[in-house]
């Protein structure tokens, strides 16, 4: 009795023997009846055909494929890197490639779970593929996503990607004309929205306003 891998043309055994150079291999047998092959620590070479011949007269023989099942894996050096920076009004590309067998599929959803907005206006849960394209980005864009590779192998993997979108500061003043009596006290609010974080700052009369006795400033973050 032989095994011989038929994909890679090798014999992997005859009779009690194994000939192939690979310790993983092993042949076990039941008063000459049943020939078993074993393959420990099976790998993605060990795939393919395998025939088991008896060298009868006639020859007869039986073939069997085995199958070797990759969990997915995320391609780092062919994804996007873990944080993105863009400026608001910019086209971004977000790159996620994964491998296994089967070869994974790839999704993508935000990690607040809040709606993707695809570049034809549509607001969906997730987008199918490997490459995710945002188009006139805004500050809605921001946040986390998570590509998720998975082909039925458990376990599923994933990769989280920030997105940072820069804009500039946008002033919102609540209140622009202030009256007050003389001698008591009043506040001015003035409220910024910038990304990174602006400096901000009070000017009276072409200089800026100092900490004094009389005057204060606060900045709040949000």
Known sequence: VAWIHLDRKMIVSIHNHVITRQPRFSVT???HKTWTL????????????YMCQVNTAPMISQTGFLQVVVPPNIMDHESSKSNIVVREKDDVMLKCRGDGFPTPQIKWRREDSRPIETSDGRKVSHLDGS??????VSRTHMGAYLCIA?????????????LDVEFA???????????????????????V????RAITYWEYRDAMVMNTTRVTTHTLED
């Open 29 to 31: 047998h039941d008063s």
């Open 38 to 49: 074993h393959v420990n620590g099976v790998l993605e070479e060990d795939r393919g055909h």
């Open 131 to 136: 490459h995710l394209r945002l188009r006139q």
């Open 150 to 162: 998975s082909n039925g192998v458990p376990p599923s993997v994933s990769k989280r990607i920030t």
């Open 169 to 191: 500061p946008q002033m919102h003043v609540p209140n622009q004309l202030v009256g007050a009596p003389q001698g008591t006290e009043v506040h001015l609010e003035c409220f």
């Open 193 to 196: 929205e910038a990304h990174p």
